[in-house]
T-cell receptor, first 114, second 116 residues
Framework: NAGVTQTPKFQVLKTGQSMTLQCAQD?????MYWYRQDPGMGLRLIYY???????DKGEVPDGYNVSRLKKQNFLLGLESAAPSQTSVYFC?????????????FGPGTRLTVT | AQSVTQLDSQVPVFEEAPVELRCNYS??????LFWYVQYPNQGLQLLLK??????LVKGINGFEAEFNKSQTSFHLRKPSVHISDTAEYFC??????????????FGKGTLLTVNP
């Protein structure tokens, strides 16, 4: 049981380049999330998906897009990378519905935009 | 909308000393509360959670937290810390009923440094 996996672990981009961060979970969770973590800012929600085929904006969605074509995968795209997107990106997943379910986190992707 | 305030950004302590990491939340409806830990260069893992019932919640690694509704607080405590507890700790809240109750709002984190 791998839990939540993310690829790549590290990435360096030049300003204006595009890329996709990949996230996969093998726990059959309904909900998946993308966060960014910056020093002193905690974790901020970029996008989330309550179920396969649905996505919604979080707190900081500008400059990103997402795709949830399969239940186990949640992709985060950067269309035209900017230095302000230098951050550590975490994917998470959880059950959803009535009640509170903990979120399970991946190991993170450290992205640097030069 | 709910919010979370972690009152200390850094807490240095000596090994075997007790520690309290403070968390206050703001919400107009009932909430669920969580504490997560992040060790260096790793993702987050759940320490403990409060859903309902007893206000004293016990978690992994000897940590516990107390939910205080009147003070809207959920402080994390450990009676005796170890070097290995050095990590960043995040308090988080989600709505207690209905709506998007699966989304979490995180505090900005408290870096606990345990010195020998």
């Amino acid at each position: 049981n791998a839990g939540v996996t993310q690829t790549p672990k590290f990435q360096v981009l030049k300003t204006g380049q595009s890329m996709t961060l990949q996230c996969a979970q093998d726990m059959n969770h309904n909900s998946m999330y993308w966060y960014r973590q910056d020093p002193g800012m905690g974790l901020r929600l970029i996008y989330y998906s309550a179920s396969e085929g649905t996505t919604d904006k979080g707190e900081v969605p500008d400059g990103y897009n997402v795709s949830r074509l399969k239940k186990q995968n949640f992709l985060l795209g950067l269309e035209s990378a900017a230095p302000s997107q230098t951050s550590v990106y975490f994917c998470a997943s959880s059950y959803s519905g009535r009640g509170a379910y903990e979120q399970y986190f991946g190991p993170g992707t450290r992205l640097t935009v030069t | 909308a709910q919010s979370v305030t972690q009152l200390d950004s850094q807490v240095p302590v000596f090994e075997e000393a007790p520690v309290e990491l403070r968390c206050n939340y703001s919400s107009s409806v009932s909430v669920y509360l969580f504490w997560y830990v992040q060790y260096p260069n790793q993702g987050l893992q759940l320490l403990l959670k409060y859903l309902s019932g007893s206000t004293l919640v016990k978690g992994i690694n000897g940590f516990e937290a107390e939910f205080n509704k009147s003070q809207t607080s959920f402080h994390l405590r450990k009676p005796s810390v170890h070097i290995s507890d050095t990590a960043e700790y995040f308090c988080a809240v989600s709505l207690g009923s209905g709506g998007s109750n699966y989304k979490l709002t995180f505090g900005k984190g408290t870096l606990l440094t345990v010195n020998p």
